[in-house]
Nanobody
Framework: QEQLVESGGGLVQAGGSLRLSCAASGGILSGYSMGWFRQAPGKEREFVAAITWSGTIIYYEDSVKGRFTISRDNAKNMVYLQMNSLKPEDTAIYYC???????????????????WGQGTQVTVSS
């Protein structure tokens, strides 16, 4: 079955850290870029970070640069998002997604992703 499953969310105080994981099944990671997006209540789903299949190209949304790190382990079919120095404004549901095409254009656009996980809630208290 082709699916993505996120885990690792939770409640953390400002300044704390969380590591999100995205487990892929059905071979859907092979050759594709992956991204993390987030959606806060009443807002649209927004880009957080993305990584190519080889891991050689990585993008971050400006507000998370220097705090978040995206990585992947293709042998384990896993994608990760290490989040440090968390802020209340990072509170959202975090989703991992698979880019719908192998080319790397549009990695920061949610419209370029087809498979999505169910999301994992991250809440940062002040």
């Amino acid at each position: 079955q082709e699916q993505l499953v996120e885990s690792g969310g939770g409640l953390v105080q400002a300044g704390g850290s969380l590591r999100l994981s995205c487990a892929a099944s059905g071979g859907i990671l092979s050759g594709y870029s992956m991204g993390w997006f987030r959606q806060a209540p009443g807002k649209e789903r927004e880009f957080v970070a993305a990584i190519t299949w080889s891991g050689t190209i990585i993008y971050y949304e400006d507000s998370v640069k220097g705090r978040f790190t995206i990585s992947r382990d293709n042998a384990k079919n896993m994608v990760y998002l290490q989040m440090n120095s968390l802020k209340p404004e990072d509170t959202a549901i975090y989703y991992c997604g698979r880019k719908k095409t192998i080319n790397i254009g549009g990695m920061m656009s949610r419209y370029e992703y087809d498979y999505w996980g169910q999301g994992t809630q991250v809440t940062v208290s002040s």
